[in-house]
């Protein structure tokens, strides 16, 4: 099939590595001159690691990532809010924390060898005609028709909105500051750490390895601030010292790392959206990764999700002759597993990221706990490794 992939992301260049190496011809269209990673660091999941596996990536990415073995949480004050390890889901199980350059470029010299081509600075203003797709440029220039469109464009992504399907894209009120650091102690390693204060402070430590280019030679470590966006411009206004204390006042065992902060222009501003879609497919389009089901990044799974989106896409265009059916069939792998966590998402984000005090206090009192009580945990435990469908489902990467 001739495929058409709007956006170079995660999705986009898996799905082309994907979609190519099994003969199709496929053209990423990126809307930067340059193609480059965007936002935070990230914790691969046990499911995105198999992903990663099967792009032939895996072992590339895992030269320059972190293991992390455990996720703990806490309160300001020393309550347990959640303590899960992999090793408990699986003996080999273990997360990996990655600076988003790494998947990056592994990811960029995939799509390079795969045969699939990149067109960069093709900004896709509109998809015409569903049936027999058309890339339509901001600046005029028409590519297509396409057998198939693919629609990767992230959560932000204004073409979903066009295609003829019920949906909604509210943004999340909260959102997150978040930065690279050097970890020289080594004193972050293996565990992603989060310290909260109700439902209003949220700071999370992430291992992420070592960083391409970087000065500093060692491990390093990704730092979330959550904070209502519209605060965006005060919080930048009080300036480094302000935050720096504020940070330190709630965690004093962080200084290590806070001590490398001496520039408000350090942090990055993300901000995410809960996507809704009725249905994923319009014709001979389909969305796919963040552009068909962004959610907040509090359970640490949207590029494990858009990782495995690409490599179903691929399996159901291989057992089916027609895009329609191929479509159809790639629907209905991914909707339990992605409904579920679109599901744990919506319920869980409010409980780190919200005005409602009520929710943190709920958390405080039952996550503890609930994390230790045996079948529960070993949900929680799954959920976290990406592999669950339902409360009582595992979900399984198709052939
Ligand atoms: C703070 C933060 C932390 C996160 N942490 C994690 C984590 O630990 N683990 C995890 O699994 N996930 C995490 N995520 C989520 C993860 O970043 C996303 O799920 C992932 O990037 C989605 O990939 P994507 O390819 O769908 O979209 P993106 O990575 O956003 O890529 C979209 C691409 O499309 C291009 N594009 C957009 N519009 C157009 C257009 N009209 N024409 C052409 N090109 C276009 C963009 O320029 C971009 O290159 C986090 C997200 C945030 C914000």
Known sequence: M???????????????IALARDGHDVTVFERFAEAKPVGAGLLIQPSGQLAMERLGILDQVKQWGAPVKRLCGRTTG??????????????????LGLHRTVLFQAL???????????????DVAKIKDVNAPRLIARDGRAEGPFDLAVNCAGTHDTLRKALNVRMDDPIYPWGCLWTILPDPTGAFQEELRQVCESTQIMIGILPVGRVPGATFDGNHVALFWSLLHKQY?????????????RI???????????????????????????????TWRDGRVIVIGDAAHGTSPQLGQGANLALIDA????????????????????????????????WASRRITPMFQSNGRMQGWLRD???????KTPGIAR?????????????????????
């Open 2 to 16: 001739r495929i058409g992939i709007i956006g170079c992301g995660i999705a986009g260049q898996a799905a082309a």
């Open 78 to 95: 020393g309550r347990t809010i959640m303590d899960l390890r992999y090793a408990k889901f699986d003996k080999q199980a273990q997360g």
């Open 108 to 122: 960029q010299e995939g799509l390079a060898a795969s045969g699939a081509k990149l067109v960069l600075g093709f």
């Open 233 to 245: 411009g005060a919080q930048r206004n009080m300036g480094i010292d302000a935050l720096r204390s």
């Open 248 to 278: 330190l006042h709630y965690w004093p065992e962080a200084k290590p790392i806070i001590e490398r902060l001496h520039d408000i222009n350090q942090f990055t501003l993300a901000t995410y959206r809960d996507v809704r879609m009725k």
């Open 311 to 342: 490599i179903t896409l691929a399996s159901a265009l291989r057992r089916h002759r027609d895009a329609e059916s191929a479509l159809m069939a790639y629907e209905k792998m991914r909707r339990p597993h992605l409904r579920y966590y679109q």
């Open 365 to 371: 009192i039952f996550f503890g706990p609930m994390a």
């Open 379 to 399: 949900i929680m435990r799954n959920t976290l490794a990406g592999v669950r469908k339902s409360p009582f489902g595992v979900w399984k990467m198709p052939d």
